[in-house]
């Protein structure tokens, strides 16, 4: 079987995947629209390619936070990912590092902080948390975090309580005995019922930008206003997403609110994008629409199941290999070169 | 069967219940064009999620004409619930009591409204009636209902004739022998054809007031124009519906009209809508749009056909965590917290 | 097998007929796009319908060019009734005679006008003409129909050439041996191949109007320019038709460009529609958006195809009860209260 | 089997050319929205039919570049015509010429263009070129066109790169050891990865310019900005292309983007049209939309794969047939009296 697009991926992993494995990853929250909403919403934006321009020269890389990565897609955060490849997050910090770009490690990594950071010295890696009831659980989280070399921490705001998830509840899914949440040492079910804290609120903001030095990138953001809010407390970056689509179904597309919340942000933070992203072209389009990079959830997943290490490498390099070559055929050689003229939204 | 969600009833309704019953529930008028909108129109509807709001302590309770109720979801009035569970409107009336929210019966029980009262003494319920071309039926009915403690009473407006429903005819639907309009002491043919009045106009709303100290409201309004009439001749509430896409096939969906009834109320009296509520967040749609509360109607009749009184218990909490779980994925932890703010219509 | 609504008879036609018959009929122009699209148009537009008005008396008569029919549907020129049914168009002019309507007669019919006249005698006809090469053949088909009682001339002006109909190509389509198109005395073959004249204008509307004292409505108009120039040239009624979709492939479906023409005629003369009518409330749409009376093309073909002149009726008692209701449920008691506040289009 | 229609030319060579020869004409690029696309807006274009019109002389000729040809479609560059006819090319020089029409020859033919030339003599050609990285194969090119009377050049400009075409990695298309790209004595695996220059921009169509007294028609246009700065650059005409949706996959509709050019290039030079003509109409939509002429790709592919030249006859006399009765059913007789008034946009 030839892997030739991220689709072929996918029919792996569900192919070969135990299917309360896959239905996990897979899973979005109530009618799945919003999971489903956010590769439709792609279709709808059209290229305005322009001609003979000279690219010869393609350079694809980027910055996010001040840091080269070799294209402008990262790892999104996703959980568990032994139940993809035996070795884990292990093969996701290394994959990412092979390839010169971000992985956010999530804090459902069934794989330490220690271990990941062990398994691919010197790569670039943010950090993925939630705040929990018990602050001090956060607090050593984003210590541990910074002091391994993290270079930022994501704040997942989108989860005060887990969504509906339809096939995860007929299939009772619970990680296999063999797996642990390693950071949190505890198992899954009790971290989903009772760690996460729903009365969080933009103070804790402040909170958190007391115990660390890093850089707090806001995740989850999905409208002008929130955007409005993250940059007044200091954020120094938003990821729009809406998990994947597996918390408030029939939310907007993350394409869709991607203009929304860039247009209220000004320039003054850098906004990425994860969310439906299944080819190079939809790269482009987020960063002609704004994006300073976009992250790949369940593509990454797909990469793992096939050859772990070696198979997310695949998908990044297919990714990285069609985005520069729909930067060509729009007309850009460089990142700097696209823009919002480079895309209209199609009338129907 | 894990029943995970109301399309899991529903699926569970129509391998079980005999087809005739089936497709008298199912029906809609002529190609069921306004059945199927009623649902599909809350996928053009999408959420606006606020992020990093305190929804630790949720409160889903409201108030309806003064009478607090668990959540903002009732039982609309629907006929011939021994056709879906034998204790009929008995077990609707002890699940809705159980659930501590409001049951509309309806004229076409097949229990009578004593049997009614009594299988769920306190509960809070309103009565549901059409204007017979016997008045003095229609006045015994408002009278009856009083006594036994109805805390108001529905006026269905569009039925001046039943909806061309194309199964029945096929099916030559009617009620088993066994099964009575006990409430009007008739069989179904006889008052299907003759028993109701498409003489009335808005002035059988005083006559109606005249009869009764109980508040009237008004269903089946659908447009602003008759939203304000409604509003004139001073009853107290309006139910947005189409009868389930029984009547006139190709009106508006509920969802759609609610829009322009609350702009023509302009709060003057309360709104709700019936019709097409299949998820927690269809409701919360609705209380974004300006309704006060909404009513189910085809659920309902799942609900008893799986397990009667317990079934309907199942369905209501369903929606009940659904509704409470998408308010706090939305940033809301309390109804008066909803508002237009939180949709907006798709492009699409 | 109970006919409830003309999608039954339809089925029963597509079943029963010999395919060549069933393919002619059923046959649109190349994709057969605007075939599909006069259908498809109808639900797009929506009742804002209105309740508690008095409905208890209903009349759906109506008048067209003066002469009151019982309602607003008439039999639109469909050719080789034969085809359908044995007695061919004798039945037909029996059928719409029973039921008090207008039957428009094809120049392509299979039995004599003569012998339409004599099948149902003072029944309301008009008579549909095209203008051929020879002009003298026209010119005798004019004063019969004017001899016989038929009451107005119908001008079809989209067919300077036939349409391509894929399907009749495929089939090798021509009338069996024993039918002819009796009013030219010739076969269909020729007929199909030379006899109308693609160099008509506008001016040759003056040479019919020298030759009758009948009124004339053109058939085939699209367009509010046409619209306007129809007016100019003094004919008495417009038919908005594409002909069933059978010629230009790709026009507007007829009840969209209904609404430009009514525009522009401006209620100078009547304005009829031909075209994707299959229930009653297509027909409360139309006169709502500006149609005096509706025709049926193919639901005629189909209740001949059922059971003759007692097979159209049928079809024609259904149309009437389908728009009686939809009146009632849409608040009007009376063709005279139907208007264009009484639908919308849909965004979608 | 009847050939009606150019979908039947479609289906027939699906069947009996080898899957990896139709894989390699039917790919378009990634998910083939684009290739889709350019037939799906078709749909969207509706036409404002005349009525009454003169149409009895049809006039269909049309000129390009000064020169009349039989009706206003031409033979688009497509490679590898043996692939679909063992003569090739040749089958193709003899078919336009026959249906006195034009014909773009590829660069990638696998007949050379003495060849060509020597197989229709008199024929109107124009030769398609890319300017390679070689620029001496480019001259040389040119020189043995112009030498051989091809009355123009076409520059590609959307090839800087291949396009991702999922079908042709999978099957490793490359062509079979009998043909070769005869007029760059190379074989196809060698010029796909290496020929073409990258670097081009529209400073090189001064270059070309200096080499040739041949008009030059620009093709792969899509925007106005590139409109402008073609017709600024001193091109003779602009073929709007997408690559038949090979390149860039998720651009516009070639028949969408047409519009936007037309209205930029204000007359200055011609405008064509290729990608999505499947039917006559089709043709009158783009001549309505502003184009002079379109050129079609696939269709003359299964026309080869059918019967060869023969087989091409066929589709340019279906397609002219099919655009001669929509001209004459739309009203107009000549193409002068085809224009922006003769179609709409469907508002969906």
Not at 64 to 81: D, K, N, Q
Not at 114 to 122: K, L, N, T, V, Y
Not at 171 to 195: A, I, T, W, Y
Not at 283 to 300: E, S
Request: hydrophobic share 40%.
């Amino acid at each position: 079987m030839a892997m030739v697009c991220l689709s072929d991926f996918e029919a792996y992993a569900k192919k070969y995947l135990p299917k309360i494995a896959w239905d996990y990853f897979a899973a979005g929250a109530d009618d799945c629209n919003t999971r489903d909403e956010n590769i439709l919403a792609y279709k709808r934006i059209h290229f305005r390619p322009r001609m003979l321009r000279d690219v010869s020269m393609m350079d694809i890389r980027t910055k996010i936070l001040g840091t080269e990565i070799s294209f402008p897609v990262g790892i999104a955060p996703t959980g568990f990912h032994q139940l993809a490849w035996p070795d884990g997050e292990k093969s996701t910090a290394r994959a990412a590092k092979a390839m010169n770009t971000c992985y956010i490690a999530s804090t459902y990594s069934t794989c330490t902080l220690e271990e990941i950071s062990a398994a691919a010295p010197g790569g670039l890696r943010w950090f993925q948390l939630y705040i929990h009831r018990n602050r001090a659980t956060s607090q050593q989280l984003v210590q541990r975090a910074e002091a391994l070399g993290f270079q930022a921490l994501v704040l997942t705001t989108d989860v005060p309580y887990t969504g509906k998830r339809r096939d995860d509840i007929r299939n009772g899914f619970c990680l296999p005995p063999h797996m642990k949440l390693k950071n949190l040492e505890r198992d899954f079910e009790v971290c989903k019922m009772s760690l996460l804290d729903p009365s969080v609120t933009w103070n804790d903001i402040y909170w958190l930008q007391s115990l660390t030095h890093l850089p707090i990138i806001i995740k989850g953001i999905l409208t002008k206003e929130d955007a409005e809010l993250a940059v007044r407390h200091g954020v120094q970056g938003i990821i729009v997403s809406n998990h994947g689509g597996r918390q408030l179904d029939e939310g907007p597309a993350t394409i869709d609110a991607l203009v929304e919340v860039v247009e209220a942000v000004r320039g003054r933070v850098e906004v990425y994008l994860d969310g439906g992203i299944r080819k190079g072209s939809d790269v482009l389009k987020a960063l002609a629409l704004g994006a300073k990079c976009v992250f790949i959830g369940r593509p990454t997943l797909w990469g793992l199941a096939y050859k772990g290490e070696e198979g997310l490498r695949d998908v990044l390099r297919i990714l990285q290999d069609e985005f520069r070559l729909s930067m060509a055929l729009a007309g850009c050689a460089r990142v700097s070169e696209i823009g919002r003229h480079l895309v209209q939204f199609s009338k129907l």
